[in-house]
């Protein structure tokens, strides 16, 4: 195994057996003539990828999908039945809620126990233990039974541990969903600050967004296969169009898969290309559109009785636009067309990052009002939001959706639907960041 690979997975394979009785485990145990009286179940078949030094993977699937089961193979909680598992380094795991502590010791004894499990002295524990109870934001209770501790409670310990002991490779498997949000952020920061360190992360999450603001890198199981692998964004966005289909069809999926990198790839070399020639904007000019600044990226989900296209951007002359200007207002405008009558209908959109972070967006009518509006079949809808461009220097992107309120049914979504990209001003900007917040601001003597 080369020296920066900490985990290398080769035709990992786990089965289980199912017994429809238990007494057929015992008949097949006793059967001189060895007859079977189990199935065997796949949990995991043929898995292969490695993961280098410093990297964070993001492993996403249904329920059922064989995460877990992978995750406990790695640890050496489950042994493979087949294929080969080499890790190199100290593996600290969240698997479980409460996994390898004493419920009837308090909090404070499960740490020195924990810790001494993974090979840590009394003395170094000592050195531990302040950050360890920092981090927990448990206070007293930290001298109480764990059993009388909340999941959350339980996470924030358990999180705690998993960090404070300096791992080369940290996974955890969705362990921080109970958290509180204020505990998630921190568990996340923490994550990202002992990645920049060097540590290499194995992330099992259901949030797509988690797993492309903190990933480097996403694997997709279903059915205990892998089907694939590659850059977060393209990776979750081919999950979230095809998760809840009956039957996923791998090859299908993989050529998807190399489409989107191939033309990702061609606006990476467009980029470059234009970073290289010092191609600059004149800031000053008024919006415009420009016809190579095209998404690549757009992933239009199944329709299921509408249509959503025509995409677009147009300023208050009612230009179409792909170049905007901070601080003036814009529409973005698409059309819909039903296949069939819908009484209750509800549209939205939102603006992305060009990682996948959701910045914000709109329903209409209005999120909190029980009845959609009225569509007739075969007539084009065309829907227009206003919004005021407040985003800081960079390239966005735009998602659209229509949505059956009334059988709960989504009709249409599409990723990643139109591109733009916004150019700061030549006059005085206090901003940084992707949001333009700030208006003046004054420093002044007393």
Sequence with gaps: ??????????????????????????????????????????????????????????????????????????????????????????????????????????????????????????????????????????????????KTYSSGMQARLGFSLAINVNPDILIVDEALAVGDVAFQRKCFAKMEAIRKNGTTILFVSHSEGQVVDLCSRAIWLSNGKKIIEGKPKLVTGLYAKNANKKTIEKKVIEKELQKLERNANKKDKLKEKQVHEKVKIDVAIEEFYDESFQTKSMISYEEKGAKIYDFCIKNSEGNKVNTLKSGKIYFYCYKVIYTQDFKHVRLGMLIKTANGTVLGGGQYPYKNTKNGVKVVANRIYSMCWSFKCILGEGVYFLNSVTFDIEHQTRLHRVLDAYMFKVVNSKEKNLNVGLVNFISTASLDEF
Excluded: C, W
């Excluded at 990992?12 to 008949?27: A, N, S």
């Excluded at 060895?34 to 990828?49: P, S």
């Excluded at 493979?80 to 004493?102: D, F, M, Q, R």
């Design 1 to 146: 195994m080369h020296k920066e690979t900490v985990i290398r997975i080769k035709n990992l394979t786990k089965i289980y057996k199912l017994y429809e009785k238990p007494i057929d485990r015992l008949k097949e145990a006793l059967s001189p003539f060895r007859e079977l009286y189990h199935n065997d179940f796949y949990a995991l078949k043929d898995i292969n990828f490695e993961i280098k030094k410093g990297e964070t993977v993001g492993i996403i699937g249904r329920n059922g999908s064989g995460k877990s089961t992978l995750l406990k193979i790695i640890t050496g909680i489950l042994m493979p039945s087949k294929g080969e598992v080499n890790v190199h380094g100290k593996i600290s795991a969240i698997l479980e809620l409460g996994a390898g502590l004493n419920p009837e010791m308090s909090g404070l004894e499960n740490i020195y126990l924990s810790n001494a499990i993974n090979g840590m002295s009394r003395q170094d524990t000592d050195k531990k233990i302040g950050d360890i109870l920092e981090f927990a934001e448990l206070g007293t209770f930290i001298h109480q039974p764990l």
